[in-house]
């Protein structure tokens, strides 16, 4: 393709169009877009959930808000070296920059409280008890449509696709087109082929959004938006650095161990000393220049395949990483995620807090489960009119409005022709998880106690 082609082609991806229908010029709906992403509130509840540490006093180490915001500085200097090599973007170079760091803040707030354990949680929550309570609740065998295609959306929680929900439909924050897309990891839904230990980008119930996503940007499906790329690196790189500098930090690791670790490593030696010996003579600290340096590094190899491949990774075609395995800093990022695997996910402190997150989210989803046993008739008299136990009374009116909103709404905008109850149910299904995902971990701890009468 030619410079001119490929300006063309990024014109059409980065819109000013909103799922409303709303438009003003590029440049303005990327600042009302950062605007509303920085004041929204599922950022600032980024700052009570755990990045992999119990959250305390201790304010160096990280929360998902202190990630996020890494994960946003990494993905601008990615952008910024990146579109300095393409100069057919250089007027694109402010609504990118918009863009993409506002998908890095955004990236993590659909995951539920505890991380990627909770998502765990809520999916073996799901597997355990959904098919019981659709038959308390409807009494009767599924449809096909129910069994092929929105119980195994239920069954496949992730906070990826909880991210594209949360902020259309439950916070309905109207974001262009542009930034919605950045947000889908995945770009697939279960119906559409989703590759094993892969979850969905999108939800059954985001279904008419993904539509008009890519009917809006010109996305056929399957196809990412070429931003995805670099916020994938952004979020690859901070997270392995971030979680060995946290358990240092805590004395779960010493220096020694991580210095011992990366000697071993199976990285070119010449590289690998290099990098070790600038980082641990540096005046500002290890993991300060380690970070640095690896950064630098990563970054150049992401810029030139990037590069590369730039016309594949337009049209849709691209199928690989950013990261070439065979780079030295690359292999070296890999080998930082196999230690983070083996010396920190596994230790006591995290392991223990999982536990106190496995506790926390079975049993508010073991209470709140008893709203799915309802029928639909019994389920609307108590939202309606309050008919129903004293108990099951007090639960609905502990649930957020906005949620409560978002399941009303999706009454009236059914995905396509199918079974009425099935899809009321579905949507009373979406309407337990939204609350339970969106809680803190404070919140669901304290929640937990609450309906434990501790």
Not at 247 to 259: I, K, N, Y
């Amino acid at each position: 393709m030619s410079h001119h082609e490929l300006t063309l082609a990024y014109q059409r991806l980065l819109q000013a169009a909103r799922p409303s229908g709303a438009r003003e010029d590029l440049l303005t709906a990327s600042e009302l877009d950062r605007a509303r992403v920085v004041q929204s509130a599922p950022v600032r509840r980024l700052q009570q959930k755990t990045q992999v540490f119990p959250l305390d006093v201790k304010a160096s180490v990280r929360s998902r808000l202190t990630h996020s915001l890494e994960v946003q500085q990494v993905a601008r200097q990615l952008s910024l070296q990146l579109l300095h090599r393409m100069p057919h973007l250089q007027p694109l170079l402010m609504p990118w920059l918009n863009l993409l760091e506002m998908a890095a803040l955004l990236h993590d707030v659909g995951n539920p409280p505890f991380g990627h354990f909770g998502e765990s949680v809520i999916r073996e929550w799901l597997a355990k008890h959904l098919d019981h309570a659709f038959t308390l609740s409807l009494g009767r065998t599924p449809s096909a449509d129910w069994l092929q295609r929105l119980r195994p959306d239920l069954l496949a929680f992730d906070g990826n696709a909880q991210s594209l929900r949360l902020v259309q439909s439950l916070q309905r924050l109207d974001l262009t087109c542009s930034l919605l897309a950045t947000l889908i990891k995945v770009p697939r839904g279960v119906t559409e082929g989703v590759a094993d230990g892969e979850g969905p980008g999108f939800f059954c119930s985001e279904q008419p959004l993904m539509q008009q996503l890519r009917q809006t940007l010109g996305l056929q499906a399957g196809m990412r938006m070429p931003l995805v790329y670099l916020l994938e690196v952004a979020d690859d790189l901070c997270y392995c650095i971030a979680d060995l500098e946290d358990a240092v930090d805590r004395g779960l690791l010493t220096l020694t161990d991580v210095l011992s670790s990366l000697q071993a490593a199976e990285v070119d030696a010449g590289y690998l000393a290099a990098v070790i010996a600038q980082s641990t003579t540096a005046e500002e600290g290890f993991f300060t220049a380690f970070r640095q340096r690896l950064s630098m590094d990563v970054i150049a190899v992401a810029v030139a395949t990037y590069c590369a491949h730039e016309a594949q990774i337009v049209q849709g075609s691209f199928r690989a990483t950013l990261l070439d395995k065979q780079a030295p800093a690359v292999q070296l990022l890999s080998h930082l995620r196999t230690l983070a695997r083996e010396q920190i996910f596994r230790s006591r402190e995290v392991e223990a807090l999982e536990l106190e997150g496995y506790a926390a989210i079975s049993g508010v989803l073991d209470r709140y489960g008893q709203l799915l046993t309802l029928s639909a008739t019994a389920f609307s008299a108590l939202l309606q009119q309050g008919k129903g136990s004293p108990l099951l009374q007090r639960l609905v009116r502990r649930l957020s409005r906005r949620h409560l909103d978002a399941y009303c709404r999706g009454l009236e905008t059914r995905v396509e022709p199918g079974d009425e109850e099935e899809w009321e149910w579905y949507l009373r299904v979406r309407l337990l998880i939204d609350y339970v995902s969106g809680m803190t971990d404070t919140y669901v701890q304290a929640e937990y106690r609450l309906l434990q009468g501790s």
